[in-house]
């Protein structure tokens, strides 16, 4: 079945950058919409961006928009998130999310932990 | 975008159903039926159970099921089960063409 594998996460001082990887498998990548959603510890969901089958379009949430840049490779099948100017509150569990359509999303990968902190 | 609205906790005896509302506006809910649910369990990732408003994905059990009223979306679990205890949320398309989360609900078996 489709596989979702977040990398890059880890321990970052406000201020810093950190880019996460998604590689996927077991599906047509190039055919689907991509999308990164997170979850603060103990907190609800929050979707955060989403790019179209060729990397275009791209929307962000209010919360990202500016510090955080979506892209994927469709010949390597991999989806990226480069986060700068991170802060405290984007401490949160990152999950990479596969679009069934219209923003319901029907595969999400095992998450990859994101702690910004001094 | 604001957040749609959940009822924080919801409860049920085995054998019941329950239902979890999630309320929205006419630029989401009201407007387009596209309404998924997922359920998540402690520590793992969420996992789609309703999409298109009512629609199961293949896999997910006929005891779960999703309505849609105006602004307002539902989903009905019958026949409660231990193995439901889980938080769930509920998910819109929107206007704005970006996404949009209920604040979650945690459901216990009691």
């Known amino acids: 079945q489709v596989q979702l594998v977040e990398s890059g996460g880890g321990l970052v001082e406000p201020g810093g950058s950190l880019r996460l990887s998604c590689a996927a498998s077991?599906?047509?990548?190039?055919?689907?919409?991509m999308n990164w959603i997170r979850q603060a510890p103990g907190k609800g969901l929050e979707w955060v961006a989403y790019i179209g089958k060729s990397g275009s379009p791209i929307k962000y949430a209010d919360s990202v928009e500016g510090r955080f840049t979506i892209s994927r490779d469709n010949a390597k099948n991999s989806l990226y998130l480069q986060m700068n100017s991170l802060r405290a509150e984007d401490t949160a569990m990152y999950y990479c999310a596969r679009d069934a359509g219209w923003l319901q999303w029907s595969d999400w990968g095992q998450g990859i932990l994101v702690t910004v902190s001094s | 975008q604001s957040a749609l609205a959940q009822p924080a906790s919801v409860s049920g005896s085995p054998g019941q159903s329950i239902t979890i509302s999630c309320t929205g506006t006419s630029n989401d809910i009201g407007r387009y039926n596209y309404v998924s649910w997922y359920q998540q369990y402690p520590g793992k990732a969420p996992k789609l159970m309703i999409y298109d408003v009512s629609n199961r994905p293949s896999g997910v059990s006929n005891r779960f099921s999703g309505s849609k009223s105006g602004n307002t979306a539902s989903l009905t679990i019958s026949g409660l089960q231990a193995e439901d205890e889980a938080d769930y949320y509920c998910?819109?398309?929107?206007?704005?063409?970006?996404?949009?989360f209920g604040g979650g609900t945690k459901l216990t078996v009691l």
């Open positions: 998910s819109s398309y929107t206007k704005s063409v970006k996404g949009v």
């Open positions: 077991r599906f047509a990548f190039s055919d689907y919409y």
